[in-house]
């Protein structure tokens, strides 16, 4: 069996597809898909598939440095938040990079303008790769290293 590798709850996340270096993630384990927090969702037909155009501003309280996407969309589902509220998101595939690793991932796209991050990741993208230790945050860098 692989040795999976031990990140703190919040982690600086890259989205290499996007151009993306870092945005600050909650690690999530309660959540099972991950949400990334997409400005102005556009959807659009390419090759006669469904894609989506949305923003991403990966700095919290910043609208400088806004990033234009496009992906293709993998499915329309339900999400029920940890607030109990149903909402239909549109899906994407795409990679995440945390520290060395970089792997694909689904990631829903919502409003998550309310909340303290940017990106929630959940447990499907953990599963088989790392564990979470709640009491350390960014161990890859990033932001300050935090340990109690």
Known sequence: MKAKTIIGWR???GLPEFG??????KIDTGARTSSLHAF??????KDDEDWVRFIIHPKRRKKSGAVTCEAKIIDNRVVVSSNGTRERRMFIATNFKLGPYTFPVEVSLTNRDEMG????VGRQALKKKFIVDPSTAYT???EKRRKP
Do not use: S, T
Not at 20 to 25: L, V
Not at 40 to 45: D, G, M, N, Q, W
């Open 140 to 142: 890859f860098g990033g």
């Open 11 to 13: 982690e600086c996340i």
């Open 117 to 120: 991050y940017r990106m929630l």
């Open 20 to 25: 993306i270096d870092q945005i600050k993630a």
């Open 40 to 45: 102005k969702p556009r959807k659009f037909k």
